[in-house]
């Protein structure tokens, strides 16, 4: 037996933690992790990397993304550069000028804090393209941006009443403003030239090729399925798996249609069997619970404050009837599947953990390994629950940071002691609970490192000032385990996300080791080498 390949000279994050040692490859596997059995099953045929003191590390996993939808942002007016009205206004300009062929102006990715209040208005966009319909998401993609055009064609006006799950927003005088909330958005979405397979298959190796260049070898794809008139990437995963263009190693989210109940779940079961093809399975299925705090959709247990900080009487949206979210989770876990909620509110994380804990009653300890993505406001009370219930928190650290959209559109309507209470990664692995990352891109930065930075600096790469919730900071180590072991544990990838002989060979090579500097330098670290399988995906140019 020869190896294929053997890292050496360098640092190996191990599940012991950071070991100098060798690791050799062969048939895709990792075959030792000791440097004397490493270096005898070298010869030849083996390709020797010199880690010259960088960090070899398991293959990063997002356990959170949406990969089709950012790569056709991508190909479309993306704004996501954009960090001041001025900047947004003109980059639209900038396209619509590009694309006079383009019956619609689509794309988006603008920042909420870019514009007062979080909400552009109809007449900005009318004043750039008033002769075509424009219809813009904005970079959380719970909230869009649309001319009069477009909603005179989807035919809003101040008489449309707001659907169940969002609403339009409205001036003094009742006329729609241009913004579009949560289920108000598909009234526009539904009327956009959909993508075609060949466009989708292309956004999604695009994606995948920037996913690598950041070290991802596997994720899960948080919505498999139609929502809100969004791509349903689902023949383009299949086709890039039967063609073996799918490098990655993927789960997808089947999509809960929330205008309906457990009637779908037999429709559920098919897609699963459907969608299941080399790399590519279908094992898990999407429960969004609530929208997000910023537009006061996240379901909260108290009500939002309002500008003078006197309590409303909003608390939020519940999407999903809580009264019968537990009997849909525990068919659903029954039947195997893996429940993923969208849990952002308070009020969200604990229907989700009720409803876990309903599942685990009725149907015993079993290995569906339940995740709540999001968990922005956690009731002290819920915090161990996690650990009890085997749930997973899937954390997306780099929303964690003091930053205009959390300082100015989230914390004063939160008020002091529940804000307080936002993204507690420390206390949650305090608690034993098991944390899997993601990003949510489009949403924002698919980078790791990012995002590993804030999960231990509470603080944005590159940025000064206050930390955000000091005590909720995580070491080096513990965010690094939930980009890898922990995202491998949500997506039942076993034999991934660690370095140990008998695990597949998904590695990283950074161009650095982030151990050997200070803390405030690991966001600036990036990715040499990039291995799926012993295959290497990704080299960058002075690797």
């Known amino acids: 037996m020869q190896a294929d390949l053997l890292f050496t000279g360098g640092p190996v994050l191990t599940p012991q933690g950071p070991v100098t040692t060798s690791v050799a490859v062969v048939g895709g596997r990792i075959a030792a992790v000791k440097d004397t059995e490493a270096h005898a099953l070298t010869g030849p045929r083996t390709e020797v990397v010199n880690l010259a003191g960088r960090l070899l590390l398991p293959g990063f996993q997002d356990a959170h993304i949406h990969p089709v939808p950012a790569g056709l942002e991508l190909t479309q007016c993306d704004l996501t550069g954009a960090r001041t009205a001025e900047e947004t206004l003109a980059a639209v300009r900038a396209y ?9 102006i689509t794309g988006g990715g603008w920042s909420m804090e870019a514009f007062e209040g979080g909400m552009p208005t109809k007449e900005l966009l009318d004043g750039l393209v008033p002769d075509r319909p424009v219809y813009l998401p904005n970079r959380d993609h719970h909230g869009a941006w649309a001319n009069s055009r477009a909603l005179e064609l989807a035919g809003i006006t101040r008489d449309t009443p707001d659907p169940a799950d969002g609403r339009f927003e409205r001036d003094a005088s009742g006329e729609p403003t241009g913004m579009l909330q949560e289920g108000a958005m598909q009234y526009v979405g539904r009327l956009t030239p959909a993508a075609t397979p060949a466009d989708r298959l292309a956004a999604l190796l695009h994606a995948q090729r920037h996913l690598h260049a950041l070290g991802i070898t596997a994720w899960q794809d948080a919505l498999v399925g139609d929502f809100l008139g969004m791509d349903d990437p689902s023949e383009a995963y299949l086709a890039a798996a039967r063609d073996g263009s799918l490098t990655a190693r993927v789960v997808g989210a089947l999509w809960w249609d929330r205008e309906r109940g457990a009637e779908q779940i037999p429709e559920l079961v098919e897609r699963r069997a459907a969608l299941s093809h080399g790399r590519f399975r279908a094992g898990s299925v999407k429960l969004m619970l609530d929208g997000v705090a910023e537009t006061g959709t996240a379901a909260l247990l108290d009500p939002y404050l ?22 849909y989770v525990t068919e659903l876990d029954a039947l195997g599947f893996q429940c993923h909620f969208h849990a952002l509110g308070d009020r969200a994380v604990r229907d989700a953990l009720d409803a876990v804990e309903a599942a685990r009653k009725a149907n015993g300890t079993s290995d569906t390994r339940p995740h709540l993505a999001h968990l922005q406001v956690v009731h002290p009370d819920d915090v161990p629950r996690f650990a009890q219930l085997g749930a997973t928190a899937n954390i997306q650290p780099l929303w964690a940071a003091h930053e205009p959209q959390m300082d100015e559109l989230t914390i004063p309507f939160l008020g002091s002691e529940r804000a307080a209470r936002q993204y507690p990664f420390g206390a949650l692995l305090r608690s034993g609970a098991t944390l899997a990352a993601g990003s949510d891109w489009p949403v924002s930065s698919p980078d790791p490192m990012e995002g590993i930075h804030v999960a231990v600096n509470r603080v944005v790469p590159g940025g000064s000032g206050p930390v955000f919730l000091p005590d909720e900071r995580i070491g080096l180590t513990a965010a690094l385990t939930a980009y890898t072991a922990g995202s491998a544990y949500a997506n039942h990838l076993d034999d991934t996300g660690s370095v140990r002989p008998g695990a597949l060979a998904d590695l990283v090579v950074l161009d650095r080791d982030p151990y050997a500097g200070p803390p405030e330098a690991i966001g600036g670290t990036r990715v040499a080498l990039t291995y799926v399988g012993g295959e290497r995906v990704f080299a960058a140019p002075d690797a």
């Open 96 to 104: 619509a000028d590009a694309h006079p062929e383009r019956e619609w």
């Open 306 to 327: 309002d500008g003078c900080g006197c309590a409303t009487a909003n608390r939020g949206t519940s999407f999903i009837d809580p009264a019968r979210l537990p009997s």
